[in-house]
């Protein structure tokens, strides 16, 4: 346990208050101790993974954090397949490259994203046309209020569009999750559509593993800002999901508009509306929007507090709708403690 622990330390964006109780557990039949331990004491328990996609109150929380750091990693053969069995405290992309070394497809366009294995399916986590979803067999999480284990599949976890039943207010930190399965492929040459992989790869025939993995990784190391220099959480928005009366709205006024199918709708790329809302690059207090990426917002010298960011969000948000008359919402989940 440790007592002098904030979630400015714990978090990518380096924002938020101090933190009463902290605990790191490594084996997943020692977290019924630290969930007894904050039931005892009457106090509220925050699960904590990699802190790369959350936004947390500035302040300080009167409870329990718990982050599961297990790490271990197993692969196991089952014919064509590969099933991939990680705890929840692997880093992300440590699996990644594993996994590639190993010549296993499925997630290689998941390469370089920041965050632990456990928060991978919270988000269903997703780059360059692949999505945790269409590699996920299953995953194993303690669930906090009956104090037992539970396997949730790959239809129980309601995976959407960066979405999943873990985001939804009924679920939403109550359970821990600890195991993740995935399930690769033996046999994969990957053909990739995505435009801004084009500097590195011709997008017209089937690529290694290998070159999609270094191929993303060098695009996102050139338009993604790196938290270890410029503490942010990634995305701030989601793409919204518009009509196609929107559509046609959109494309009329803006031709230039960036908008793909999805699904029977379309989705337009919210970095696009940022920029042309004018906010790429600019500040507001001590934080500001990227200059490379108009959907990152950065926190320079750890100089902001979550309350700066928040408003700078809302200003955003509030341009865009008026502007184009379209409600951006937050990929990054904004964690209140009161
Ligand atoms: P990008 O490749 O220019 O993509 C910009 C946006 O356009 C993305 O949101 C992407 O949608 C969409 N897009 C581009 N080409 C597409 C295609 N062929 N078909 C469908 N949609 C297309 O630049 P980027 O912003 O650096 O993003 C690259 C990838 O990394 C994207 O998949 C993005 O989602 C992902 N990414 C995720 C985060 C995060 O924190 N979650 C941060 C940065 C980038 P999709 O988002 O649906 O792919």
Redesign the pocket.
């Known amino acids: 346990m440790n007592k002098d622990v904030s979630f400015k330390d714990l978090t990518t964006f380096k924002t938020g208050g101090n933190i009463k109780y902290y605990f790191e557990v490594t084996d997943k039949n020692k977290i019924i101790e630290k969930v007894r331990f904050a039931k005892q004491n009457n106090l509220p328990i925050f699960i904590l993974g990699g802190g790369s996609?959350i936004l947390v109150s500035d302040n300080d929380f009167n409870g329990v954090v718990i982050k599961y750091v297990g790490k271990s990693i197993n692969f196991a053969d089952a014919g064509e397949d590969v099933v991939v069995t990680s705890e929840a405290g692997a880093v992300w992309d440590d699996l990644v490259a594993e996994a590639v070394e190993r010549n296993l497809g499925g997630i290689e366009c998941l390469s370089a994203?920041p965050g632990t294995v456990g928060a991978a399916p919270i988000?269903n986590?997703?780059?360059?046309?692949q999505e945790l979803k269409d590699t996920f067999r299953s995953l194993l999480a303690f669930d906090i209020e009956n104090e037992k284990f539970q396997e949730f599949n790959k239809e129980d976890c309601q995976f959407d569009?960066?979405e999943s039943i873990f985001k939804k207010k009924e679920y939403w930190q109550k359970y821990v999750i600890c195991e993740v399965k995935l399930k690769l492929l033996k046999h994969y040459s990957p053909i990739i559509?995505?435009?801004?992989?084009s500097k590195y790869l011709d997008l017209s025939k089937p690529h290694s593993l290998k070159e999609v993995r270094e191929a993303v990784v060098k695009?996102?190391s050139e338009?993604?800002e790196d938290y270890h220099k410029l503490p942010n959480?990634?995305?701030f928005f989601k793409?919204p999901i518009i009509s196609e009366e929107k559509k046609k709205e959109l494309e009329l006024n803006f031709p230039e508009a960036?908008i793909?199918?999805?699904k029977d709708k379309y989705?337009v790329?919210?970095?696009w509306l940022v920029e042309k809302a004018g906010w790429k690059g600019r500040s507001l207090g001590p934080v500001k929007v990227s200059d490379k990426?108009a959907?990152?917002i950065v926190n320079p010298e750890n100089k902001g507090t979550t309350s700066d960011i928040k408003k700078l969000a809302d200003n955003i948000k509030s341009d865009v709708l008026e502007m184009f008359g379209i409600e951006l919402e937050p990929?990054v989940q904004f964690i209140a403690f009161a």
Request: zero cysteines; aromatic letters at 18%.
């Open positions: 996609d994203i988000q986590i997703g780059a360059y046309g569009y960066r559509k995505y435009e801004s992989l695009v996102r338009k993604l959480a990634g995305s793409n960036r793909y199918p999805y989705k790329f919210a970095g990426h959907l990152i990929e």
